[in-house]
C-alpha cells in the first residue's frame, strides 16, 4: 500500500494546493512546498527499508495487474523527481501570476506521473502512467509559457503522442505473442522477460519502444520539439523537463528495451550508437550557435544525453554506470542552468544574450554560482557530470573505439559552448544592473552546488543503487555473449 502512496499524495497535496490558493492567495505555494518534503522524506524511508513490489489485479479479464516495482534504481529516480519539483517550487515562487492553484495542481500532476512511471512493473500501467505525465506538462507549456507557448506545446503533444502509439503497439503485440506461448495475456515485465522471441520479431517490437523512448530522451532525429518545448515552457517547466522528463526516456530504455529485446539491441547498437553520437556532435554545434539563454541550454541537453545513448548500447558495465550518473548529473545541472535562465529573465524581461553583459559587477553571486553551474554542465573534474562523462567513454571505447573517440570531441564542445554563455552574459561591459540573488534564491542554488560536488566525490552511493539493475543487464549480457 505505501508504494501507492507515493503515486496519490501528489495528486491529492495538488489537488488541496490549487482549492487553497482560491481563498488564500500564496497557500498553494507553502502547500506544495511542505507536501512535496514530505513525500522525500517518504521515499527516502521506503528506500531504507529496502526493495518492495505490489501488485493488484486491475482489468482481470486481460490479465492486467497494478503492478509497482521499487528498488533502487527506482529510489535514485523518484528522489531525483521529487528534489526537483521542490526546485521548482522555489524557482517560481513569485513567478506565476494567473491561475496560480491550477499551476500547483499541474505540477503535482506531473509528478504522480512520473513517478508512477518509474514505479510501474506492467507495461500497460507503464503506458498509462506515460500518458497521464504528458497532460499536464503540456498544460505546464500552454498555460504559463511564453510567446511561443502554443505552437511549442502542440508540437511536444503531438511528438510524444505519436511516438507513444507505436509504443502501445508494440505492448499489446508482446501480450499476444506471451498468449501464444502460454495461452494466456500478460503485461507483467517479468513474465515477459520470459518470453523466447525470434531475432526478427524481436528487433521490430524493439523498434517501436526505442522510437517512443528516443523522442523523449531526445535524439536525433527525433529532437526538435526540445528546443521549442524549452524556450516557451515557464522555468518550473523547464526544470521538469530537462531534469526528469528527459530521464523518463533513457530509464525506458534500461527498464525496458535492454532486458526485453537483449539480441535486438546488440544488433541494433551501431546504429543506436551512431545516432548517440550525432546527437552530441549536433547538440554542440547547435548550442554554440544559440543566441537565446534557454535555447542553449536546451540544445545542451540533446548534447549530453547522446553520452546516455552511447553507453547504454554500449553493453558493457563501466558504460551503464556511466550512463546511470550522467542521467543523476544532468538532472540537477541542467534543472540549474534552466532555474539561472529564469531568474535572469524575471529581472530583465529577456533571454537574450545579446541583452545581458557585465552582469557580474551588479549580482556577484549570481555570476558565481552560474559559473558553478557551467562549469559542472562541461565535466569539470569534482563535479557529478565529470564522472558519468568519463565513465561512459571509458566502457563505450571497449566496444565502438572510433565513435568514442568521435564523442569525445562533445566535451571539447560543451566547453566551447558554456563559456561561451557565461562571456557574453556575465563578463564585458555590463548592459544591464541586475538584483543579486535574494536569500531563497541564494538557499536553492547552494543546495544545487553542494549536491554536484557531493555526487561528484560520491559517486559510489548512485552506483551502488543502480547495481541490481546493472548486474542484471551484464548477466543478459554474458548469456548472449561468445
Request: glycine share 8%; proline share 4%; net charge neutral.
Amino acid at each position: 500500500m505505501a508504494l501507492s502512496f507515493l503515486i496519490w499524495l501528489p495528486l491529492l497535496f495538488g489537488i488541496c494546493a490549487w482549492l487553497s490558493e482560491k481563498k488564500y492567495s500564496g497557500l498553494g505555494n507553502w502547500i506544495t512546498l511542505i507536501s512535496l518534503i514530505g513525500l522525500l522524506i517518504f521515499t527516502l524511508y521506503l528506500g531504507n527499508s529496502g526493495s518492495s513490489s505490489l501488485s493488484w489485479q486491475w482489468f482481470a479479464r486481460f490479465n492486467i495487474h497494478f503492478a509497482l516495482l521499487f528498488d533502487g534504481l527506482s529510489l535514485l529516480l523518484i528522489s531525483l523527481t521529487i528534489a526537483l519539483a521542490i526546485l521548482a517550487v522555489l524557482v517560481s515562487w513569485n513567478d506565476i501570476e494567473k491561475h496560480r492553484g491550477f499551476f500547483h495542481f499541474n505540477l503535482m500532476f506531473s509528478v504522480a506521473g512520473i513517478i508512477g512511471v518509474f514505479l510501474a512493473a506492467d507495461l500497460f500501467l507503464f503506458f498509462l502512467f506515460w500518458e497521464v505525465m504528458l497532460l499536464p506538462m503540456t498544460a505546464l507549456i500552454l498555460i504559463w509559457g511564453h510567446e511561443g507557448r502554443r505552437y511549442a506545446a502542440f508540437k511536444f503533444f503531438i511528438f510524444t503522442q505519436v511516438s507513444s502509439l507505436l509504443m502501445l503497439i508494440a505492448i499489446i503485440a508482446l501480450a499476444l505473442y506471451h498468449q501464444n506461448q502460454t495461452g494466456q495475456l500478460s503485461f507483467n515485465l517479468g513474465e515477459l522477460q520470459q518470453l523466447v522471441i525470434p531475432d526478427t520479431m524481436q528487433f521490430w517490437l524493439m523498434l517501436g519502444f526505442f522510437i517512443a523512448f528516443a523522442v523523449k530522451l531526445p535524439m536525433v532525429p527525433f529532437h526538435s520539439w526540445l528546443p521549442d518545448a524549452h524556450t516557451q515552457a515557464p522555468t518550473a517547466g523547464s526544470v521538469l523537463l530537462a531534469g526528469i522528463l528527459l530521464k523518463t526516456g533513457a530509464y525506458g530504455l534500461i527498464r525496458i528495451v535492454l532486458p526485453l529485446f537483449p539480441s535486438a539491441t546488440m544488433e541494433f547498437a551501431p546504429v543506436a550508437v551512431t545516432l548517440g553520437v550525432v546527437s552530441i556532435i549536433y547538440g554542440a554545434l547547435m548550442a554554440y550557435s544559440q543566441t537565446d539563454f534557454k535555447r542553449l541550454v536546451a540544445y545542451s541537453s540533446i548534447s549530453h544525453m547522446g553520452f546516455v545513448l552511447l553507453a547504454l548500447f554500449s553493453w558493457n558495465e563501466v558504460a551503464l554506470q556511466g550512463a546511470i550518473l550522467t542521467i543523476v548529473a544532468h538532472g540537477i545541472s541542467s534543472a540549474a542552468l534552466f532555474s539561472m535562465a529564469g531568474m535572469i529573465q524575471h529581472r530583465i524581461h529577456s533571454r537574450e544574450l545579446g541583452n545581458m553583459g557585465g552582469m557580474w559587477k551588479s549580482a556577484p553571486k549570481m555570476a558565481t554560482v552560474t559559473l558553478i553551474f557551467v562549469m559542472a554542465g562541461i565535466g569539470m573534474p569534482g563535479m557529478a557530470n565529470f564522472n558519468g562523462e568519463l565513465f561512459t567513454l571509458l566502457g563505450s571505447y571497449q566496444q565502438f573505439p572510433v565513435q568514442t573517440i568521435v564523442a569525445s570531441l562533445g566535451i571539447i564542445g560543451s566547453a566551447i559552448y558554456g563559456l561561451h554563455l557565461f562571456q557574453r552574459a556575465f563578463q564585458g561591459p555590463p548592459n544591464v544592473d541586475v538584483v543579486d540573488l535574494h536569500m531563497r534564491e541564494l538557499v536553492f542554488t547552494s543546495i544545487l552546488v553542494a549536491a554536484l560536488i557531493y555526487f561528484g566525490l560520491q559517486p559510489h552511493i548512485v552506483l551502488e543503487l543502480s547495481s541490481d539493475t546493472i548486474g542484471s543487464l551484464m548477466q543478459t549480457a554474458r548469456e548472449l555473449r561468445p
